[in-house]
Each structure stands twice: as structure tokens, then as C-alpha cells.
């Protein structure tokens, strides 16, 4: 039954888009999911989700050409406590808090176009992608704890012009903590894409990783020029370099690389409305058929 409604709600919005002639602004729901990963904390990530409203431009067909997120969706911030157990991994980190970590449209807008033609490997630019992320992120370590020795990152900033700087927009900063023995960072961030991106991280050993994500656009028919329409997937990524200089006892004076990925999956669902009405569709058609039957 769910996968007549989705065939059902696919064929009504085809024909609804092939009625209604050229590419116009419409607003299209969403089951969004905004995911972080640490590449220096082994396999830790966390995540959040909730369903929205995303203004999209689409053609007939169910094209997707440009979307943008007016709000995230409910409940969108990432607030955590997470220990870390594991000292080869952690090193001097002993638990990482994130307050208020959330993707945030009303700063920049967050507008991503063109979509069209993205594949993942080889994807079509995004020159629209500017969408930040507030939040911070403080790094607890052993020898200290939290209170007098975090290291408190922020993941951008905003110059008194407005500007952003940071993770999902682009360009570097530079932030120092106190009671930290003087540990510096330079947070190198990138906008948002639908192609790939990847960090590196020292590990341990002394050897360099590489932590690598992707981006894609596709329909429910498995191809990007049915992205707008329900079953329709469009996921983002972008990612933040960490260069930490003056840990002590750290043997690389150049510093130290870490990383982090963010990934906004985005899955247009049919709006109630529309499961409605293809809802009773369905059953009309299933009493049509027995009707047929009895015959």
C-alpha cells in the first residue's frame, strides 16, 4: 500500500508539474537530517532531524534547479555532552560539548543554486551556497576539565558589515584559548556542495587520514531530473580544517590537523494535503477493482 501511495503521488505531481507549463517558485515539504562527524574521535558523530518547508524552483518535469531553506526545521540544534572513553582516540580530550550547533539560513539566507545536472562526482557549481553554522563546540581536556581548560571553538564569524566567515560559507579564522597553555587554531571553512569534500586528521601514530563525504542530487526515479518531487533525495555537504599549534607535548610545531564534515540530507516528502488526497485515490481505485472482480 505505502508503495502505491508513492507511485500514486509521484504520477499525480508529474502531471500536476506537466500542467502547470514553465519552472516556477513553489514550496516543496521535507524530511531533513543534519548529521556532524569528527575525524579525529574515531567513528563519533551525531545528528538531528525533523521535517520542513524549503521554497524550491523546479521545471515541469521536477527538475530541481534552486532551493532555499527560509528556517530550519524544528528542533534543528545539536546540544550534547558526548565523554570519550577511549584514550588513544580522545588523546587530551575528555568530552566534547556542543551547544546550539544548528544550520542557520537567516544569517546568509541559504539559497543553493544551480542544482541541476549534479551527479556527485562530477556535479554542476553551486554559485549559491552561502548557509553557515552557529554553534560551539568546546573540547574538554584531561589536565584541566572543562571549566579552566576548554578548548571553545566556534564555527564562524561575522564582521560588523554582516559578513560570514566559517563552516558552510568559506574562508579562514583564527581563534586562541585561555587556560589552555596557549593553544591557537586556524579553522579553515567551505561552502556547501553537492560534490565531495574530505579533511585530514593526525592520528596517534603520526600517520595522516582522510575523512571524505558526498554530495548528490537524484529522484525517485534515480535520476536528477526528478529530484523535486516526492522520494526525491538532495544531500549536502560541507566541511571544516583545524590547524591546532601549541598543544603541549606535541611534537609537530607546524600543528596538529583535525577535521570536520557536515552532511543536510534533505528527502521531499508529499505535503498532508496531498497524502490525502492520494489516500482516498487509493481506495477508490481498490473498490473500482473489485467492482471489476465481481464482474
Given at each position: 500500500?505505502?508503495?502505491?501511495?508513492?507511485?500514486?503521488?509521484?504520477?499525480?505531481?508529474?502531471?500536476?508539474?506537466?500542467?502547470?507549463?514553465?519552472?516556477?517558485?513553489?514550496?516543496?515539504?521535507?524530511?531533513?537530517?543534519?548529521?556532524?562527524?569528527?575525524?579525529?574521535?574515531?567513528?563519533?558523530?551525531?545528528?538531528?532531524?525533523?521535517?520542513?518547508?524549503?521554497?524550491?524552483?523546479?521545471?515541469?518535469?521536477?527538475?530541481?534547479?534552486?532551493?532555499?531553506?527560509?528556517?530550519?526545521?524544528?528542533?534543528?540544534?545539536?546540544?550534547?555532552?558526548?565523554?570519550?572513553?577511549?584514550?588513544?582516540?580522545?588523546?587530551?580530550?575528555?568530552?566534547?560539548?556542543?551547544?546550539?550547533?544548528?544550520?542557520?539560513?537567516?544569517?546568509?539566507?541559504?539559497?543553493?543554486?544551480?542544482?541541476?545536472?549534479?551527479?556527485?562526482?562530477?556535479?554542476?557549481?553551486?554559485?549559491?551556497?552561502?548557509?553557515?553554522?552557529?554553534?560551539?563546540?568546546?573540547?574538554?581536556?584531561?589536565?584541566?576539565?572543562?571549566?579552566?581548560?576548554?578548548?571553545?571553538?566556534?564555527?564562524?564569524?561575522?564582521?560588523?558589515?554582516?559578513?560570514?566567515?566559517?563552516?558552510?560559507?568559506?574562508?579562514?579564522?583564527?581563534?586562541?584559548?585561555?587556560?589552555?597553555?596557549?593553544?591557537?587554531?586556524?579553522?579553515?571553512?567551505?561552502?556547501?556542495?553537492?560534490?565531495?569534500?574530505?579533511?585530514?586528521?593526525?592520528?596517534?601514530?603520526?600517520?595522516?587520514?582522510?575523512?571524505?563525504?558526498?554530495?548528490?542530487?537524484?529522484?525517485?526515479?534515480?535520476?536528477?531530473?526528478?529530484?523535486?518531487?516526492?522520494?526525491?533525495?538532495?544531500?549536502?555537504?560541507?566541511?571544516?580544517?583545524?590547524?591546532?599549534?601549541?598543544i603541549p607535548g606535541s611534537p609537530y610545531p607546524d600543528g596538529e590537523p583535525s577535521g570536520r564534515i557536515h552532511t543536510l540530507r534533505l528527502e521531499f516528502i508529499p505535503e498532508p494535503g496531498l497524502l490525502l488526497l492520494l489516500g482516498s485515490g487509493a481506495v477508490g481505485m481498490t473498490l473500482l477493482g473489485r467492482k471489476r472482480l465481481k464482474k
Amino acid at each position: 500500500m505505502r508503495h502505491l501511495a508513492r507511485s500514486l503521488a509521484i504520477a499525480t505531481t508529474l502531471a500536476l508539474l506537466a500542467a502547470g507549463g514553465a519552472a516556477r517558485a513553489e514550496k516543496l515539504a521535507y524530511y531533513g537530517t543534519h548529521t556532524l562527524e569528527f575525524s579525529n574521535l574515531g567513528n563519533l558523530s551525531v545528528s538531528v532531524s525533523g521535517e520542513g518547508l524549503a521554497d524550491v524552483v523546479r521545471s515541469p518535469g521536477g527538475h530541481l534547479t534552486t532551493l532555499q531553506l527560509t528556517q530550519h526545521f524544528p528542533g534543528g540544534r545539536i546540544n550534547t555532552v558526548i565523554p570519550i572513553t577511549d584514550p588513544v582516540v580522545g588523546g587530551p580530550i575528555k568530552t566534547v560539548n556542543i551547544t546550539s550547533l544548528r544550520i542557520n539560513p537567516q544569517v546568509q539566507g541559504g539559497i543553493f543554486a544551480p542544482i541541476s545536472g549534479a551527479t556527485g562526482t562530477s556535479p554542476t557549481p553551486l554559485s549559491l551556497a552561502t548557509m553557515p553554522l552557529t554553534g560551539t563546540i568546546r573540547l574538554c581536556l584531561f589536565h584541566a576539565g572543562c571549566n579552566s581548560g576548554a578548548i571553545t571553538q566556534t564555527l564562524g564569524q561575522q564582521t560588523t558589515g554582516g559578513a560570514y566567515t566559517g563552516v558552510g560559507v568559506g574562508g579562514t579564522f583564527s581563534l586562541s584559548s585561555t587556560g589552555t597553555g596557549g593553544i591557537r587554531m586556524s579553522i579553515y571553512g567551505a561552502p556547501w556542495t553537492v560534490g565531495t569534500v574530505s579533511v585530514s586528521n593526525l592520528t596517534p601514530g603520526g600517520s595522516i587520514t582522510t575523512l571524505t563525504a558526498m554530495g548528490y542530487a537524484r529522484g525517485p526515479l534515480s535520476n536528477t531530473s526528478t529530484t523535486a518531487l516526492p522520494g526525491g533525495v538532495l544531500q549536502l555537504v560541507t566541511a571544516s580544517q583545524v590547524i591546532t599549534k601549541g598543544i603541549p607535548g606535541s611534537p609537530y610545531p607546524d600543528g596538529e590537523p583535525s577535521g570536520r564534515i557536515h552532511t543536510l540530507r534533505l528527502e521531499f516528502i508529499p505535503e498532508p494535503g496531498l497524502l490525502l488526497l492520494l489516500g482516498s485515490g487509493a481506495v477508490g481505485m481498490t473498490l473500482l477493482g473489485r467492482k471489476r472482480l465481481k464482474k
